[in-house]
């Protein structure tokens, strides 16, 4: 199975612009979340998508957004970018089921800079 | 709420030598545990989980985790690392329902020749 596809891997931007990224899920998993991973501040949760639905989200501004299409494919958006958006951003998909599984399959994450 | 504490942020450690990445996490309600590994320029992979059962848990090469509910622990230790072992490990928790997850910030592993 091909594992968690993240596009593009890098990117740089200045301030006040937007910003989408996209990550493709492994085969058959319905939920992908995002992450945004800061040195000193660790991975911090941005929102969890499943069947087209966002189920979960964590403490981000609306400027974050993100969507799930119909083949389990998401996009994050970030608009009026600031410099602090600095980051990896991971996408994670998991098995489908309201439960937990135990188990995120992580990408190799989006690297944004803002200058 | 849910959090979680890495106690190190960096931790070196010689080759063949025992090593103990610590661990503590609160929440009001009972959570799942995990540790995972990031290497460098990749994402995260899933070392080792706690779900229910035994709280001994051993997971991918040679690391072992003990879940200790009255100090809300759970230490991930290897009798003895190799220089593969460098990475960032971290800790997560996450509740029964639902598939959000809370990180720790991280603990730097060095191991040293």
């Known amino acids: 199975k091909a594992g968690v596809t993240q596009t593009p891997r890098y990117l740089i931007k200045t301030r006040g612009q937007q910003v989408t990224l996209s990550c493709s899920p492994i085969s058959g998993h319905r939920s992908v979340s995002w992450y945004q991973q800061t040195p000193g501040q660790g991975l911090q949760f941005l929102f969890e998508y499943f069947s087209e639905t966002q189920r979960n989200k964590g403490n981000f501004p609306g400027r974050f957004s993100g969507r799930q299409f119909s083949n389990s494919r998401s996009e994050m958006n970030v608009s009026t970018l600031e410099l602090g958006d600095s980051a990896l951003y991971l996408c994670?998909?998991?098995?489908?089921?309201?439960?937990?599984?135990?188990?995120?399959?992580f990408g190799e994450g989006s690297r944004l800079t803002v200058l | 709420a849910q959090s979680v504490t890495q106690l190190d942020s960096q931790v070196p450690v010689f080759e063949e030598a025992p090593v103990e990445l610590r661990c503590n996490y609160s929440?009001?309600?009972?959570?799942?545990l995990f540790w995972y590994v990031q290497y460098p320029n990749q994402g995260l992979q899933l070392l080792l989980k706690?779900?229910?059962?035994?709280?001994l848990v051993k997971g991918i090469n040679g690391f072992e985790a003990e879940f200790n509910k009255s100090q809300t622990s759970f230490h991930l230790r290897k009798p003895s690392v190799h220089i593969s072992d460098t990475a960032e490990y971290f800790c997560?928790?996450?509740?029964?329902?639902?598939?959000?997850?809370?990180f720790g910030t991280g603990t730097s592993l060095t191991v040293i020749p």
């Open positions: 994670a998909s998991s098995q489908p089921g309201l439960r937990v599984t135990g188990e995120l399959f």
């Open positions: 997560a928790v996450s509740r029964f329902t639902g598939n959000q997850f809370y």
């Open positions: 929440s009001s309600v009972s959570v799942y």
């Open positions: 706690y779900l229910s059962g035994s709280t």
